[in-house]
């Protein structure tokens, strides 16, 4: 059973900086590909951000590019992401996300696919 535990949300002012962290438990964690989703209030959930398994190669999306960036610790089974230069409109619960299959991944995935309970970030203007 894959657990995975979002942490290092919280309130941060426009131009700020936060610093996610999602910790993985269960599987081999340096052979799935891991991501970070997010949801604003009344919208639906949107991917942010990827990394490879197998050669770390990183997929943001186009709002996020240039500002954030994701990396992993194989050895502490952790991935995480450094978001720069917040926005208002960057406010959303943050999901952590481990999938079987290497990003870019399609807006319709059928694969194996795990969540976390997400962080709540938030940027006052």
């Known amino acids: 059973q894959v657990q995975l535990v979002e942490f290092g949300g919280g309130l941060v002012q426009a131009g700020g900086s936060l610093r996610l962290s999602c910790a993985a438990s269960g599987r081999t964690f340096n052979r799935y590909a891991m991501g970070w989703f997010r949801q604003a209030p009344g919208k639906e959930r949107e991917f942010v951000a990827a990394?490879?398994?197998?050669?770390?190669?990183?997929y943001y999306a186009d709002s996020v590019k240039a500002r954030f960036t994701i990396s992993r610790d194989n050895a502490k089974n952790t991935v995480h992401l450094q978001m720069n230069s917040l926005k208002p409109e960057d406010t959303a619960v943050y999901y952590c996300?481990?999938?079987?299959?290497?990003?870019?991944?399609?807006?319709?995935?059928?694969?194996?696919?795990?969540w976390g309970k997400g962080t709540l970030v938030t940027v006052s203007s």
């Open positions: 990394i490879s398994w197998r050669d770390g190669s990183t």
């Open positions: 996300n481990l999938r079987d299959t290497e990003p870019p991944w399609p807006r319709d995935y059928y694969g194996m696919d795990y």
